[in-house]
């Protein structure tokens, strides 16, 4: 794909990775749809973009509504005019032990509310969001992309029963999406990174960080920036279609 001038959604576009894969994009000349639901970080993202030399606007929206992402992708279309991708990088945390127990006793478990609030954020507003991309690219004979933002955590992290669920599903949902979309054009792919050092892993504790690279073969942490580099990669490369891209430093977990 030609990134020049192509609509690009990015969820959870105000910070952290979304950030860095806005910045990415915007130095190839791509017009960027930026969502998340706070608005004030939104603007300022907005506003580093235009100042990269294109086209950028905010989205104020929560991807768990449906009725929001709905509109969502209406008003993109019809403020753009086109949608070539979107990037569904959007998401949250709320870990904790299935079970946690002391001497035998139950200490504590998993709610039902930290379950259903990752699961709601992490995976069905990644669905409503590739549904609704993948309908308008259908209507507008786009040869768009689809990108989920996974994570090594898919393969099953401790205290991360939901978090682990969610993400090992929307891998999943990229490898179905570019079997059933081929048909239009529409490519669909996931990236499932290790440990990246965005701004909320940069306020942890030195010593935990250290111990967090030293599990990493490289030694080290990813930067926003190599992910960015990927999602371009996916981009201009239209025949990379239903793979899930590891970018872990040969971290397995």
């Known amino acids: 794909m ?3 001038d192509a609509v690009i959604v990015i969820t959870g576009g105000a910070r952290g990775l979304g950030a860095a ?3 990415g994009l915007a130095g190839r000349g791509a017009k960027l749809a930026l969502v998340d639901v706070d608005g ?3 603007d300022a993202m907005v506003t580093e973009c235009e100042g990269l030399g294109v086209e950028a606007r905010g989205y104020v929206t929560n991807i768990a509504k449906e009725d929001e992402v709905v509109a969502l992708f209406n008003d993109v279309v019809s403020d ?3 949608l070539d991708g979107v990037i569904n990088n959007a998401g949250i945390l709320r870990d904790g032990l299935l079970v946690k127990a002391k001497n035998g006793e139950i200490a504590g478990k998993m709610s039902l509310a930290q379950w259903q609030s990752v699961i709601d954020v992490n995976l069905t507003g990644v669905f409503l969001c590739g549904r609704e991309a993948a309908e308008h690219m259908i209507k507008l004979g786009s040869k768009g992309l689809i990108v989920n933002i996974s994570s090594i955590s898919r393969a099953g ?3 991360q029963t939901n978090y682990s669920a969610a993400k090992a599903g929307v891998a999943a949902m990229a490898v179905v999406w570019a079997k059933e979309l081929a048909r239009y054009g529409i490519r669909a ?3 499932a990174p290790g440990f990246v050092s965005t701004e909320m892993v940069a306020s ?3 010593e935990a960080l250290e111990k967090m690279a030293a599990m990493i073969p ?3 942490l990813g930067t926003p920036e190599e992910i960015a580099h990927t999602v371009v990669y996916l981009f201009e490369n239209d025949y990379v279609s239903g793979r899930v891209m590891e970018i872990d430093g040969a971290l397995r977990i």
Do not use: S, Y
Request: hydrophobic fraction near 45%; avoid cysteine; aromatic fraction near 4%.
């Open 80 to 82: 753009f005019g086109r």
């Open 21 to 23: 894969m806005a910045r």
């Open 218 to 220: 490289l030694r080290r």
């Open 2 to 4: 030609e990134l020049k």
């Open 157 to 159: 992290n401790m205290g």
């Open 204 to 206: 942890m504790k030195p």
């Open 40 to 42: 004030e970080a939104l």
């Open 189 to 191: 792919n996931a990236i």
